[in-house]
């Protein structure tokens, strides 16, 4: 049985591409016989990754330009900055900085700062770190995304504004 992150990780490539392409006409919930299809294909958990995955992204529209080529979680989605107010945001900081979003999740503040400053990104959760990590790629800027506990040493933070 694959993991959370080898399934987000498995998203990301072409072969999961396809069917996210493939799937992004259909407006509202997938077809039960495109999930029979999906299951048959891909198994259970992927499939159901999938249809998700279309879903979030119908609804990432309303935050993100290009949220159709995006990675969501239903609660990372729920809980980003849309591109808009991070826009804002990252405005607020002297372009000198180098910039750290600590519990950065799905990445919605970290596109818009990495592409103005030099930033980072940290997140807990390895699932976060693949999908901020990719999220960023799709805006085209490449930054470094990592696993971390922002509260364990803030030493390994000292050269970040945040």
């Known amino acids: 049985m694959e993991s959370k992150l080898d ?9 999961a591409q396809q069917w996210l392409t493939k799937l992004s006409a259909v407006d509202g919930e997938v077809p039960m016989g495109m999930r029979k299809k999906m299951r048959d294909a891909l198994g259970a958990e992927r499939a159901v990754l999938v249809s998700q995955q279309v879903e979030l992204r119908q609804r990432a529209k309303v935050k993100f330009e290009k949220g159709n080529d ?10 980003s900055t849309d591109e808009h107010i991070a826009l804002y945001k990252s405005h607020q900081i002297p372009e000198e900085c180098r910039v750290a979003d600590l519990c950065c ?10 592409k103005r400053h030099s930033a980072a ?6 699932v976060m770190c693949h ?13 470094s995304v990592r696993e ?9 933070l000292a050269e970040f504004y945040f």
């Open 7 to 15: 399934n987000f990780k498995w998203l990301s490539e072409p072969a």
């Open 70 to 79: 995006m990675l969501f979680t239903k609660r990372g989605l729920e809980q």
């Open 105 to 114: 999740g799905i990445g919605g503040d970290l596109i818009r700062l990495a």
């Open 121 to 126: 990104g940290f997140d807990l959760d390895p």
């Open 131 to 143: 999908i901020a990590a990719h999220n960023c790629g799709v805006y085209g800027v490449s930054v």
């Open 148 to 156: 971390l506990d922002v509260t364990a040493d803030p030493n390994e």
